[in-house]
């Protein structure tokens, strides 16, 4: 049976003081929407102060979580209204913060999934690629305007934006203002899924149910090893992977799983017949 949403009751703390997100829970499943519809759910200081503290505060049981957007757009990116007052330092200081929250976010304990629709332009393409997965719907559209706007990325864009598309794609982008639809940017790799306008959060929801039946040390492994492990040098991440093959393996749900596997009680890897059906004239 589908998970289904149900409004968060957050319990006395710092997660009953965030107007700017809207909390939604289904099982092992936590939903944070972003909450500023009216402003296309552009980040000011406050929104990134809040969605931070979900992050830093995600209750014990949540297996998996779900980003989106109120309204019309996913995120619109920086509150340029808040950008013209700033001194050089507290410029800096401001890009931190944003380092800090999408750091949460990328190494959450748990695995997150964006949903995509609208605008994910500057500081939203940001966000978005701070999740592990990324679901598009077909509204989705995707700007770094930065370079038209005489401004920088600084919320973490230069290192995961351009890991994901490439350097020379991302400076197209800043240069040019260039835009990519839904369909190029799930060829560029941006987005881990494609559906129809309205399907990004059920499809989310599946996903999310799926990744919270695994091993909870599985999970935090592959969220935490992997970026990681792509940092280092090749023997430096061999080594580390050899380490978090052994650490997985030791744990008792892990054990269960293989042993489940060679008792023939847990599905064999299959193809997905589905995918043939649907490309079928």
Known sequence: MPLTLQPFQAPPGPLAHVPLMR??????????????????????????????????????????????????????????????????????????????????????????????????????????????LRVAEDSTFYG?????????????????????????????????GRVFDADEGQALGISNYRVADGQGLAKALALAEKIAANAPLSNYAITQALPRIADMPAQQGLFVESLMAAIAESDDAARERVRAFLEKRAAKVTKDVSKDADKAP
Do not use: Y
């Not at 997150?112 to 939203?124: E, F, M, S, T, Y």
């Open 144 to 176: 770094l305007p930065e370079g038209t706007r005489g401004i920088f990325v600084g919320g973490g864009g230069s290192v995961r934006v351009s890991r994901l598309i490439g350097a020379a794609r991302m400076t197209d982008m800043m240069l040019t």
């Open 23 to 132: 909390l939604e829970a289904a099982g092992p499943v936590l939903h944070v929407r972003l909450n500023r519809p009216a402003k296309r759910n552009s980040v000011s200081d406050e929104l990134l102060a809040q969605l931070q503290t979900v992050f830093v505060n995600l209750p014990r049981e949540v297996r998996a979580v779900i980003v989106s957007g109120e309204g019309d757009h996913f995120c619109a990116g920086l509150d340029l209204s808040e950008v013209l007052e700033r001194s050089t330092p507290e410029a800096i200081a401001h890009s931190r913060m944003w380092h800090a929250c999408f750091d949460q976010i990328q190494f959450a304990p748990v695995p997150v999934i964006a949903v995509l629709h609208g605008a994910v332009v500057g500081g939203g393409l940001e966000l978005a690629s701070s999740a592990h």
